[in-house]
């Protein structure tokens, strides 16, 4: 059977090793999805491939062993699953219409977290609705607050959830648990002075850890939401590299904006003779320089006044 390698890929599935047989790559956003979907994976496995489901390290499903000519059956089986975790799609019944752009990483975040500052599937969502489909290679991953559980500084944007804990002296008991564990689980942002906690704002990562100890919630999480915002990191055969700290205390609408910027300044720059078209980020920031990424992601971006925007970037 004559196979377009290059379609079956931007359909999201994938060559494999076998001859004549793909495997189907599901998208989960956020990495969240109700278990009733489960079941029509199940079938897709045992009715067209080889009866076993992989879970993928972007937070996806991958069936492997379907035959090509049973493509066009898989996808109509997948419509249920796209349609319910709301993916953008250009033409119904056919699958998936991109698969540049990865799978949107999230840890739990708040809704099973009590570090959690935020609800990460539910960011993670709202930017596959900015940027998906697409064929550019992007990866994004959101973690719910500084511990990084889903090791967000090895993708192109991290996402970090902050929160600028809000401090009221009058429920104070001047205990010092807050102040014990910011020293031995944080950064030590706090003290203790005439029986009151001063809060370091520049040490401070806004982790909440003060507001999951204190035992009479003087300390409380801000109602409006922060989050620091990492750039290009990257694994890969050559030159991986963590990603670093760009803006803290940003919100979410600079970020995606930012995030959005990026295709744009990508196309224009993208090496055309990349392999398959595609190209990490972090290598075309290093041939025009950061500077220039700065004017194209900045574009129309308003962060807040307490946003704190590194002046240089340097990658180890």
């Known amino acids: 059977m004559d196979v377009n390698t290059m379609k079956l890929k931007k359909n999201a599935f994938r060559v494999t090793k076998v001859r004549g047989l793909s495997a189907s790559r599901i998208r989960v956003p956020g990495g969240h999805l109700p278990a009733k979907y489960l079941s029509l994976i199940q079938e897709i496995a045992e009715k067209y491939g080889n009866g076993t489901v992989h879970l993928t390290i972007r937070q996806g499903f991958e069936v492997p062993g379907i035959p090509y000519e049973d493509m066009p059956e898989v996808n109509k089986l997948l419509q249920p699953i796209i349609e319910g975790l709301e993916i953008n799609q250009e033409d119904p019944g056919s699958g ?38 697409n064929d550019l290679h992007f990866k994004v991953a959101l973690t719910g607050c500084p511990n990084d559980c889903a090791k967000v500084r090895m993708h192109d944007f991290g996402i970090l959830g902050m929160t600028l804990p809000q401090y009221d002296p009058n429920r104070c008991i001047s205990c010092g648990a807050c102040v014990k564990k910011c020293e031995k689980k944080s950064v030590a942002a706090l003290k203790m002075v005439n029986y009151r906690v001063e809060r370091n704002a520049e040490k401070c990562i806004g982790c909440g850890e003060c ?80 500077e220039e990424y700065k004017k194209w992601a900045m574009k129309d971006v308003n962060l807040p006044p307490e946003a704190e925007v590194s002046k240089t970037m340097y990658w180890k």
């Open 96 to 133: 998936y219409s991109a698969s540049g752009t990865r799978n949107i990483m999230a840890c739990v975040g708040n809704r099973v977290c009590p570090y959690g500052c935020y609800d990460t599937t539910g960011f993670a969502k709202r930017i596959e609705k900015d940027i998906f489909p």
């Open 211 to 290: 507001v999951i100890n204190c035992p009479t919630r003087a300390w409380t999480r801000s109602e409006k939401k922060y989050y620091k915002l990492t750039l290009f990191g990257r694994t890969g055969r050559k030159h991986p590299r963590m990603a670093e700290d760009y803006i803290k205390w940003a919100d979410e609408d600079s970020i995606r904006k930012i995030i959005k910027n990026t295709y744009d300044y990508v196309k224009e720059y993208i090496d055309p003779e990349a392999p398959l078209g595609k190209e990490h980020i972090g290598y075309i920031v290093d041939r025009t320089g950061f």
